[in-house]
């Protein structure tokens, strides 16, 4: 009888834990731009489900983790330091982390400048970013990415 009761109670727990798993409230797209004289706009593009936020790359520490984006250096282009965000943001005192946070609800784009020395190239790295809702937040995760300039 107690093995039945803790087998029916880890089968309950596990059950709980089981939607938490499959969260994956950002997704991601990414495209290029052209803008002439080999130079492309990177887009990397977040649709953030309703009620979850995504955080700024400009934050201090000590709150979420920011937004960040790491570009694998080639000698065929440069990759500006500078991405820039967007999208419609919530600002202010944030309950959770004590803090004033930036945080993007529904999409954030970000865009980053890359000038070529080469027709065609490829752009490879990787993103880390953090998202919570209003009462839990999900681990930061780091998503790669791939752009092809033809």
Known sequence: MKS???FCFVLLLSSFSLPAQDLEPVK???TVETLGANEYLLKLDATIEKGWYLYSQ???DGGPIPTSFHF???EHFKVDPEVSENGPFVEGFDEMFGMDIRKYKEQASFRVKVKSKKPKFKVKGHLE???CNDHKCLPPVEKEFFF???
Do not use: V
């Open 72 to 74: 694998k250096t080639s």
């Open 28 to 30: 991601w797209t990414y």
């Open 129 to 131: 970013f953090m998202t």
């Open 4 to 6: 039945l009761f803790t």
């Open 58 to 60: 400009h934050l201090a």
């Open 148 to 150: 092809e300039i033809k």
